[in-house]
């Protein structure tokens, strides 16, 4: 076999080796699933750049770096399925894995071989190159396996969207810094009249590389602001299609009710069309607009969605239930997980109490204060003898122990700003709960 046979076979060879990896790579990279369609994407542009750089440019041409950056882009524009932001977040990760797997295989094989040797094996000139391309597209594989682990680390914790907005600006940071002190390393050795001419495309770098941070942050503070906002719309959207949902089946139910209303009117009996009004009052009082109203003012949308479970609950159960919510109320460093949890806890023991009630009743208030936040749960119960509260939260009659007190109790005793009193306010049981400003 002739000598360009053989070199056209090593770099046949080679080729297979460093675009299966390349893909994998890719696909590791993106998530997506290895496809032989996406597998012929990566060889063809490849196999196009390598025909340009070894048949058409010299050894030695700049050229080739930039066609074989090119090439490496124009792949991954075809491979992946994304477009827009996530698009050139992917391939902005993916070349950086390459560009990280390429380095780490240059400097191993320069220590184990001549820079001469190294250079042909790069460039597919040689029998060993397939070892290259193997090492090379093996390290690729693995740094991208480990980007796969450290984003799936970060995103069970919930934190990768914070993390994110930090790394790009810290990275550029980083690269700011090490151009600042590469600039000065070198300007202690030149003259101090040509040490202003050698450092400024230094500083021009440094000084490109700080504004691109800069707008990164402001993009994306914006950025977090408006998926803010976007969660915010679509919850108050979602709470007002479960009203109107509520309305219309309580104007269907109302309707059927005054039908019945009439023929109780012409029986003439007043017992029973007392007991007929008193039953379409309480099927009126299930619909309440201002509850809706007050939701929308809660800051939270985790305390906001429990808050209208409970509602659609006790809607549901037929049990009365207000809410009052004031303008621009804050929790005072109460996290909104610990204020789910307490409100759970707090609004599952008044229902349970006001079904045993004969006037059922529910309501919660959260009311701004003097430097304070203050938070009524009132309930009515059931039976003749009201429950008296000791100062562990616990009632002294049989069956109003309180479930969830004691849980309730080592949430509140985390904070030092927060006072909680259960007590009986007539034929009511209140919780009150003050939160007051760190």
Same mark, same amino acid.
């Given at each position: 076999?002739?000598?360009?046979?053989?070199?056209?076979?090593y770099a046949f060879a080679s080729l297979?080796?460093?675009?299966?990896?390349?893909?994998?790579?890719?696909?590791?990279?993106?998530?997506?699933?290895?496809?032989? @369609?996406?597998?012929?994407?990566?060889?063809?542009?490849?196999?196009?750049?390598?025909?340009?750089?070894?048949?058409?440019?010299?050894?030695?041409?700049?050229?080739?770096?930039?066609?074989?950056?090119?090439?490496?882009?124009?792949?991954?524009?075809?491979?992946?399925?994304?477009?827009?932001?996530?698009?050139?977040?992917?391939?902005?990760?993916?070349?950086?894995?390459?560009?990280?797997?390429?380095?780490?295989?240059?400097?191993?094989?320069?220590?184990?071989?001549?820079?001469?040797?190294?250079?042909? *094996?790069?460039?597919?000139?040689?029998?060993?190159?397939?070892?290259?391309?193997?090492?090379?597209?093996?390290?690729?594989?693995?740094?991208?396996?480990?980007?796969?682990?450290?984003?799936?680390?970060?995103?069970?914790?919930?934190?990768?969207?914070?993390?994110?907005?930090?790394?790009?600006?810290?990275?550029?940071?980083?690269?700011?810094?090490?151009?600042?002190?590469?600039?000065?390393?070198?300007?202690?050795?030149?003259?101090?009249?040509?040490?202003?001419?050698?450092?400024?495309?230094?500083?021009?770098?440094?000084?490109?590389?700080?504004?691109?941070?800069?707008?990164y942050v402001l993009q994306d503070i914006?950025?977090?602001?408006?998926?803010?906002?976007? @969660?915010?719309?679509?919850?108050?959207?979602?709470?007002?299609?479960?009203?109107?949902?509520?309305?219309?089946?309580?104007?269907?139910?109302?309707?059927?009710?005054?039908?019945?209303?009439? /023929?109780?009117?012409?029986? /003439?009996?007043?017992?029973?069309?007392?007991?007929?009004?008193?039953?379409?009052?309480?099927?009126?009082?299930?619909?309440?607009?201002?509850?809706?109203?007050?939701?929308?003012?809660?800051?939270?949308?985790?305390?906001?969605?429990?808050?209208?479970? @409970?509602?659609?609950?006790?809607?549901?159960?037929?049990?009365?239930?207000?809410?009052?919510?004031?303008? &621009?109320?804050?929790?005072?460093?109460?996290?909104?997980?610990?204020?789910?949890?307490?409100?759970?806890?707090?609004? &599952?023991?008044?229902?349970?109490?006001?079904?045993?009630?004969?006037?059922?009743?529910?309501?919660?208030?959260?009311?701004?204060?003097? &430097?304070?936040?203050?938070?009524?749960?009132?309930?009515?119960?059931?039976?003749?003898? *009201?429950?008296?509260?000791?100062?562990?939260?616990?009632?002294?009659?049989?069956?109003?122990?309180?479930? /969830?007190?004691?849980?309730?109790? @080592?949430?509140?005793?985390?904070?030092?700003?927060i006072l909680f009193n259960l007590y009986?306010?007539?034929?009511?049981?209140?919780?009150?709960?003050?939160?007051?400003?760190?």
């Open positions: 076999m002739t000598a360009e046979g053989l070199h056209f076979l297979l080796v460093i675009c299966a990896l390349t893909t994998l790579t890719c696909c590791l990279v993106s998530g997506e699933p290895i496809r032989l @369609k996406t597998f012929m994407k990566v060889f063809g542009i490849l196999w196009l750049v390598l025909i340009i750089n070894i048949f058409t440019l010299d050894m030695d041409s700049p050229l080739k770096m930039i066609f074989a950056v090119l090439g490496i882009l124009a792949s991954y524009l075809l491979i992946y399925r994304f477009r827009g932001r996530k698009l050139i977040l992917r391939t902005f990760t993916a070349m950086a894995i390459e560009f990280g797997g390429d380095m780490f295989t240059g400097f191993a094989f320069l220590n184990l071989f001549d820079s001469q040797t190294v250079a042909a *094996m790069r460039y597919m000139t040689a029998p060993s190159t397939i070892l290259l391309q193997a090492v090379c597209g093996g390290s690729m594989v693995c740094f991208a396996m480990l980007y796969r682990m450290i984003l799936a680390f970060f995103q069970h914790r919930r934190i990768n969207l914070h993390l994110g907005y930090l790394l790009r600006p810290a990275f550029l940071m980083g690269i700011v810094c090490m151009v600042y002190v590469n600039a000065f390393r070198h300007a202690t050795q030149t003259d101090q009249v040509l040490r202003f001419q050698q450092m400024l495309p230094d500083f021009i770098i440094a000084f490109l590389l700080l504004v691109i941070g800069v707008t914006r950025a977090y602001k408006q998926a803010e906002e976007n @969660k915010s719309l679509q919850h108050q959207q979602e709470l007002q299609n479960i009203i109107l949902q509520d309305t219309r089946v309580f104007r269907h139910n109302i309707s059927i009710l005054l039908y019945g209303f009439q /023929g109780t009117l012409l029986s /003439g009996d007043l017992d029973a069309i007392k007991a007929y009004y008193e039953n379409m009052t309480t099927a009126c009082q299930m619909i309440n607009n201002e509850n809706v109203s007050a939701l929308q003012r809660v800051p939270s949308a985790a305390v906001s969605t429990l808050l209208l479970h @409970k509602v659609h609950a006790a809607s549901e159960e037929k049990l009365p239930m207000f809410i009052t919510v004031d303008e &621009d109320i804050r929790w005072f460093g109460f996290k909104d997980e610990e204020m789910v949890q307490v409100l759970g806890i707090l609004l &599952d023991n008044a229902m349970e109490a006001a079904r045993e009630s004969a006037a059922p009743f529910v309501s919660f208030e959260a009311r701004n204060v003097e &430097d304070a936040l203050s938070i009524t749960i009132r309930n009515t119960c059931g039976g003749e003898e *009201m429950p008296v509260f000791t100062s562990e939260m616990a009632s002294s009659k049989e069956g109003h122990e309180g479930l /969830g007190l004691k849980s309730l109790r @080592k949430i509140i005793k985390k904070h030092n700003h009986t306010r007539g034929r009511y049981v209140e919780a009150s709960l003050m939160i007051y400003k760190g």
